[in-house]
């Protein structure tokens, strides 16, 4: 599974009920709800979907009423869209 971290390219400025990111490139301001700027906070190009799936399930206590299986397959598909408007970027391979 591919690991996220955020682009070289964007600046994120969290607030409590979510998130900015500047997208350095082009100016262009990104707005995140509080989920998606708690999953971004974790993204650091070494932790796997899945390590930050457990994190967050464990921290918001929804681990009963989600299976980790689907809290990962919504994260897999934030991080590519995020990846696609240039906030997040793949880790490269050391």
Known sequence: ????????DAVI??????????LLHDCHLVELNSSAAAII??????RTLEEVADEIA???????????????????????DLNQT??????SDQ
């Open 13 to 22: 400025e969290a607030f409590d009920d979510g998130a900015l990111v500047l």
């Open 86 to 91: 240039g906030v997040l970027e793949l880790q």
């Open 41 to 46: 906070s974790l993204l650091d190009g070494m």
């Open 1 to 8: 599974m591919p690991l996220y971290k955020l682009s070289k």
């Open 58 to 80: 464990k921290s918001h206590d929804i681990s009963h009423d989600y299976p980790i299986t689907q809290i990962i397959q919504d994260m897999l598909e934030l991080c590519r």
